[in-house]
């Protein structure tokens, strides 16, 4: 199984610990482009605040984000579960798992990023600002920028089971599951029960302990049917759409009563 994130806009500080070894990072075919937004992103932040600010679409109360980017080559780095913080990721609580399930985690959830492409957890990097929404002055909208490489790495990385994408919407233009991934590939809506609204807040929450949940019972379904039946199994409520076109992902609804 592997599960596809979003990062957190807000993030840990870097810490004290050994700056970034891009080489070390996963998915090694993402060098080039990880290393051009690096290089882009660092000089405009260190030639440039309010050009910076303005890129990156900061508010002046985030004018430090600059600075800290500017500093990423030499800013302690520390594993991406730990950097990424907000509702879904204190939701799914890396930090009290268990130690299979902790290493299950480092195995199946990636982390796409705007400066990264995409990340697993327990690779290192420093606190950083730049979502998939930039546009950089050289390398342009990063969505797009980011899709031939992805589309390179990630089939591979898919493995042979299910993919859980659980990217909000700026994320998943960077790559869209196709052909026999995106058949066993299952988004997850979370919908207020009585209304059948989507929620928001509660959203987050819910994926990150769905996350959670499927780390702990080990479980490892091959496709959207049977992630369907171990959902059911640990108490969630799931409703399945109207099937779609062969060779297309499969999105499943999951119903709330409450919202907090």
């Known amino acids: 199984m592997l599960v596809l994130l979003p990062p957190s806009e807000g993030k840990a500080v870097s810490g004290s610990g050994a700056p970034l070894k891009p080489e070390s990072l996963s998915l090694p075919g ?50 991406a579960g730990q950097i990424y913080t907000g509702v879904l990721y204190d939701a799914l609580d890396l930090a009290s798992l268990d130690a299979a399930a902790r290493q299950r985690a ?60 659980l990217r909000s919407a700026a994320y998943t233009s960077a790559w869209k599951p196709k052909d026999e991934v995106a058949g066993r590939t299952a988004s ?21 302990r769905i996350v959670r949940d499927l780390l702990l019972a080990d479980a490892a379904p091959a496709g959207p049917d049977e992630l369907v039946e171990v959902l059911r199994e640990l108490g969630y409520e799931v409703e399945t759409p109207a099937p779609v076109k062969p060779g297309k992902p499969r999105e499943l609804d999951v119903l709330v009563t409450e919202i907090h």
């Open 30 to 79: 993402l060098a080039g482009a990880r290393a051009a937004v690096l290089d882009e992103l660092v000089e405009l932040c260190a030639a440039d605040e309010e050009k910076a600010r303005e890129v990156l679409g900061l508010s002046e109360g985030l004018r430090g984000e600059v600075a800290k980017n500017a500093g990423l080559r030499t800013a302690g780095a520390r594993p």
């Open 106 to 165: 480092e195995d199946s959830l990636m982390v796409f990023s705007g400066l990264w492409g995409a990340v697993r957890i327990g690779d290192r990097i420093p606190s950083y600002r730049c979502s998939m929404g930039v546009k950089l002055p050289g390398l342009g909208a990063l969505g797009p920028y980011w899709r031939g490489p992805m589309a390179e790495v990630m089939p591979g990385a898919a493995g042979d089971g299910l993919v859980l994408d």
């Open 188 to 208: 997850v809506r979370v919908l207020h029960a009585p209304t059948r609204k989507v929620v928001s807040h509660f959203n987050k929450a819910t994926k990150g």
